[in-house]
């Protein structure tokens, strides 16, 4: 009768280094820590992130075993060794190419270890028989099926598919339609090239109708680079450009938030800020509106509400609090826009009576805007959108009874500059347009504190110019009517140029 061996299987000897260490038959590591680091460093993975997962190391190595030529070139001839059943479907592919994805890299060393008694001599034999110049020996190919669940609503089979093609390929063509579902596919892949090419592609096409779900994916798969972008772009383009479509209804609202509070935020005036979330609040509350409002039926909406409480302060106006705190209400000087605010009952009466009093003390002191003490989180901000089509482009702005003009001018094909000069009231060409019931200075001189900002979009980065902060008194006469000029070399177009100031205290 044979016993069994009642104490615990034998250690085995493996040669790591230049000397013998022990090692455990089934520890997932190819020697002691010592030769793991020494390992670690030869193929560019970071230690700490193989100790939590050893089999990282393994697919490095699969990897770098594999050129360039083999990965990006598919395979005319001979059978997949591997079907991938996935989403209701089996798909077949080659060892090679599938050794791009880490997901399907893990699948397969699983499926190997499954179904061979020493799966690392058996990966080992396929990894040299892959070594250029090598003579392949012809051996009937031995199926192995993997499996992988997949829950991400975005991946469609359409999408799916487009993944596993680039496996083979090195440029798919990805549509715009499709470049979601071909992202979530390659981040459930562990497909680096793939999902980055994406990334790059959502991020040069930024749109009012795309903004919403590049800006989530982002946020879902934590890729910093696509949300910053699309911040970026949507600082620019909220009164512009979305702000002027139903899409504006989808902007989620911490987007909304981050973008309200960013001092690169561009607006032709802060009453069109105003408007334009006014309009986005309407469509919140409207969800079956299917084209933009007018701004009057926005405000027609507002001042239906019972008029014993304003809007924010009602359980529905409370959540959207914050998003109004960034506006400044102290930039909106016209009479009819202060008498609207007041009409609609939608801010509480203390915000109100804070902005005229305001304005009354302003007007009381020549202009001095005591009430604003810094310029980049309370400045009064003006903008011009330079199409391709202008040489000069300019604009009139009235506050506290002096007159600016606000100009851009085209030099050459990429030669710029924008600069704001003050006029006479009696040099408007259309002054009661511009100056009705406003109140009018004789003041020789006006100290301002200003900045003029510039902003463009080239080849998918942004271009960034300002004159920085200056504080300047301007006079009516020619010498001193004029600001500092901002000038610019840039082949973006449109620009967004950004005129912030105060009225500093004489």
């Known amino acids: ?103 399907l890299t893990k699948l397969y060393m699983m499926a190997l270890a499954r179904g061979n008694a020493n799966p690392e001599k058996e990966l080992e034999k396929f990894l040299q028989a892959q070594l250029p110049g090598k003579i392949k020996e012809q051996r009937p190919v031995r199926k192995m099926i993997v499996s992988l669940k997949i829950n991400d609503p975005l991946v469609t089979e359409a999408a799916f598919a487009v993944a596993l093609q680039n496996l083979y390929l090195r440029e798919v063509r990805v549509s715009v339609d499709d470049v979601l579902g071909v992202l979530a596919a390659a981040h459930i892949l562990q497909f680096r090239s793939l999902f ?44 512009p450009l979305v702000g002027t479509e139903i899409h504006l209804r989808k902007i989620p609202q911490e987007l909304l938030h981050k973008v309200l509070r960013s001092p690169r935020l561009f607006t032709f005036s802060e009453f069109r800020l105003l408007k334009t979330l006014l309009l986005w609040v309407y469509l919140q509350l409207n969800s079956k509106t299917q084209t933009m409002p007018t701004y009057e039926t926005v405000l027609s909406f507002f001042s239906s509400f019972p008029k ?33 605010l007041r009409h609609i009952n939608f801010f509480p009466e203390s915000w109100l009576v804070r902005v005229i009093a305001n304005h009354y003390l302003a007007l009381e002191n020549g202009g001095d805007m005591a009430h604003v003490k810094d310029l980049t989180t309370q ?59 406003s109140p009018i200075s004789l003041r020789a001189e006006r100290l301002v504190t200003y900045e003029i900002r510039a902003q463009t979009l080239v080849d998918g980065k942004w271009q960034e110019f300002t004159t920085n902060q200056i504080k300047q008194k301007f006079g009516l006469v020619k010498s001193s009517c004029k600001s500092h000029a901002l000038k610019i070399q840039t082949v973006g177009i449109p620009i967004y140029a950004s005129f912030s100031f105060v009225f500093s205290l004489s």
Request: include cysteine.
């Open 308 to 340: 014993k409480c304003c809007f924010l302060d009602r359980d529905v106006g409370q959540n959207w609090m914050p998003l109004f705190l960034c506006l400044r209400l102290h930039g909106i000087t016209k009479g009819k826009g202060l008498e609207e």
């Open 1 to 103: 009768m044979k016993m069994l061996n009642p104490h615990k299987p034998q250690l085995e000897r493996r040669i790591v280094g230049s000397t013998n260490r022990w090692r455990f038959p089934r520890e997932p590591f190819l020697g002691d820590l010592l030769a793991l680091s020494q390992m670690c460093k030869a193929v560019n993975v970071d230690f700490d992130e193989v100790l939590k997962s050893p089999d990282r190391l393994c697919i490095s190595q699969i990897q770098e075993n594999f050129p360039e030529n083999l990965k990006n070139k598919a395979i005319q001839s001979g059978e997949a060794g591997v079907i991938l059943e996935c989403l209701g479907f089996r798909w077949e592919l080659h060892q090679p190419q599938l050794f791009q994805s880490e997901t």
């Open 196 to 239: 980055q090419r994406c990334v790059t592609m959502m991020m040069n096409g930024l749109t009012p109708s795309t903004i919403k779900n590049f800006y989530l994916a982002g946020c879902k798969y934590k890729e910093e680079p696509l949300t910053t972008a699309c911040e970026k772009w949507m600082e620019m383009n909220l009164v």
């Open 379 to 437: 400045g009064v901000r003006f903008g011009l959108l330079f199409n391709q089509e202008y040489t000069t482009h300019s604009k009139v702005i009235a506050i506290y009874g002096f007159f600016f003009e606000i100009k851009g001018i085209k030099h050459d094909t990429t030669s710029y500059s924008f600069h704001m000069q003050r006029i006479r009231h009696t040099d408007l060409e259309f002054a009661s347009s511009v100056y009705e019931h």
